[in-house]
């Protein structure tokens, strides 16, 4: 009889435990979901069930599979009797369980490098200092108080590595939005309007923390998940290839050379590098990415690109609206195969890095070869072809040109190696 009451009290206290370890939450409250990618997602339960939750978000409904969820915090209701100050204690102990900070790190050196890259020298600059000791006194500041500066501003932030992504993204499209503004004025005009050049300086320096907290306000208002951050990031480099492809379709070998035209292509230019995460975002919304699904995206992209360099080299006759068209063509054809077989799956962590590898195995043996001489000649021609024209050509050759020139083999594939990747199981 003891026994029995013995091992009746031990089932129920480890039941008891159980249950206060399951989070105490129901439909239609507000909870913060962490999944086993990183991804921080907020928003209310709609619906749940023994294996899925649906989670009402900004985007939409999304279901979660349980075996995908890290942990959920259930971000409970103030009580009355509760003191403002227990109350923020309360809630500052929650958010440091609950944060994700795997890139604050990467945030941190990016800061402390720009800080002795940029404002270690440009901020003597700006003030006429030329003295030797004042330049390196200014360097040694800005790089400690980069350190400082992004430590404290990360301390309490969501940061995973999609976030950081976007952030960056932010900073370049800030700083490099000089190149429209002065092309805009006019070279010669803001020449002799800023001959020592420290109103650009004073300006990127100016315009780089103000394209990082416009990016996270976006961040935040747009709610991103840390898959779709990644993915909206790299629509950047994404829209200004095919702009610049683009106008080379339009006008050829025969760029305009006047002062109006060239202020609309450098809008042009720009105005696809900033409007592409907007784009970018309304096609994404209601679709589930998690960080691995960006970089299989990046990584067909890339593929595509050595793809289409190798198409180009087949042509004799040197062509630079053939060879762009190609270039885009085959390049955004593998970003949309690779999007819509990662349609109904999440890939996991390090689920993009093994179908690189098998998608590798596939170069080194093909029915089709490609001399790798003919294709670096080629390649070079077409690149003199379109300097000689005033135009460098878009969508990553320099890139495809190093891989090529680099391997150690003597043939190459034109074939698609991502057709032969494995690919995980659905979801």
Known sequence: ?????????????FSSLKANTVPNF??????????QDGNALRGVVESESNNRLVLKTSFGSLPIDLSQISSINALSAIEPSQKPQELLNQQKISLKSTLNQEARWRTIY?????????YGWGVPFVL?????AVLAASQAFAFGGGFYAAYSYTKNMELPYGRWQFQSGGAALGG???????????????????????????????????????????????SLTNGQASVISGSIPWGFANALGALTLAYGESW????????????????ASYGAPFLAKKYIQNKSYTEDDASFIRFSMGLGVFNAVS????FEKDNIRAGVALMLGITNGFGYLANSLIDDRDLKKGDSRIIALGSLTLFPRSSLRLNEETIFNR???????CADRGFCPAGGSIASLSFISSSSKSSRSTSCAIASAPIPPSK
Not at 110 to 118: K, Q
Not at 311 to 314: D, Q, R, V
Not at 379 to 385: D, E, Q, S, T, V
Request: with cysteine; hydrophobic share 50%; proline share 3%.
């Open 1 to 13: 009889m003891l026994n029995q009451l013995i091992v009746i009290a031990l089932i129920t206290f």
């Open 26 to 35: 129901g439909v239609g409250d507000s909870v913060i979901v962490t999944t």
């Open 110 to 118: 990016s800061t402390m490098l720009l800080g002795n890259g940029l």
């Open 128 to 132: 006429g200092a030329t003295d030797g």
């Open 176 to 222: 490099l939005s000089l190149f429209p503004l002065v092309t805009m004025v006019g070279v010669e005009n803001w020449a002799d309007f800023d001959k020592s050049g420290k109103i650009s300086t004073l300006y990127i320096m100016s315009m780089i923390p103000f394209g990082v907290i416009q990016a996270d306000k976006k961040y935040n208002e747009w």
């Open 256 to 271: 305009p050379d006047n002062a109006v035209m060239n202020r609309l292509n450098a809008l042009a230019l720009y105005g």
């Open 311 to 314: 198409t180009i080299a087949l």
């Open 379 to 385: 390649l070079i021609a077409f690149c003199f072809l």
